[in-house]
Nanobody, 118 residues
Framework: QVQLVESGGGLVQPGGSLRLSCAAS????????TGWYRQAPGKQRELVAT???????NYSNSAKGRFTISRDSAKGTVTLQMDSLKPEDTAVYYC????????????WGQGTQVTVSS
């Protein structure tokens, strides 16, 4: 059974930093696409950052230059370092793991709340 568990969310002031972690169990994250998405109240879920199975990173325009995604395949973890946080970054952040070859292999974590407010 594949499970993704996010941690690291919380309340932070504008300009602050948070580090989100996603721990995968029941499967290896090697050779899979991994990523972080977020959903703010009343909005659709949107991409924040991804790492492809080959290690290529991709960031949304809002995340570029402020967020860094990384992956430790040996530990089965995916991390999102978020710096220079803004109130508009407030959202529930979700970890995603999917196979580049199997459309049915697509898993999500339960989400972790990030609130940026003074």
């Amino acid at each position: 059974q594949v499970q993704l568990v996010e941690s690291g969310g919380g309340l932070v002031q504008p300009g602050g930093s948070l580090r989100l972690s996603c721990a995968a169990s029941g499967t290896s994250i090697s050779l899979k696409h991994t990523g972080w998405y977020r959903q703010a109240p009343g909005k659709q879920r949107e991409l924040v950052a991804t790492i492809s199975s080959g290690g290529t990173t991709n960031y949304s325009n809002s995340a570029k230059g402020r967020f860094t995604i990384s992956r430790d395949s040996a530990k089965g973890t995916v991390t999102l370092q978020m710096d220079s946080l803004k109130p508009e970054d407030t959202a529930v952040y979700y970890c995603n793991l999917r196979s580049p070859w199997r459309p049915d292999f697509d898993y999500w974590g339960q989400g972790t709340q990030v609130t940026v407010s003074s």
